[in-house]
């Protein structure tokens, strides 16, 4: 009976030993389901702001805001390729692109691209044309955006309210 209670603390102590062990080394992130939670803490977001996001199984992005638009923070977190668990923080801030127009964000070595914005050009709609078919993702010209791409989904255009062409300001991370 002692043999068997010594092993199996062994064991457990063992298993404490390398989860830790992960964590340390940062191969443990964020669930899926957390990665809201753990931005506004990390980032000491307020409760009262809200979020526009997109989540794929490569990327996270989100845009805060405050209720009267006059303030906001983004984050993008990412699955790492190979041996980790969960997201992982990556990128994150106030940048003037995601204020005053629509910024397209790219993370090296990931094939997703994130575009965030307050709207203020009142985007309504993203169009992409992967070159046999367009597909089309419409925006409520009202509110703050984000959106996830695959880098390589084809030529993508975004259109204001008016029709008009929005270019998207490029970040490459």
Known sequence: ??????????????IIAVVSLLYINDTIGTNKSDIEKDARSSQKIKDNWSVAKDTTDIMSAMIFYSDDFNDHTFSIYVNRPGFSFGYFFRLGGSIIEAEKYVAEIQIEGYNERAFVSMNEQKVNKIEIDDGNSVQTINIDTEKPFAVILSANAGNVTIYDIKGNIVESIKHRV
């Open 1 to 14: 009976m002692k043999k068997g209670i010594k092993y199996l603390s062994i064991f457990i102590i063992g």
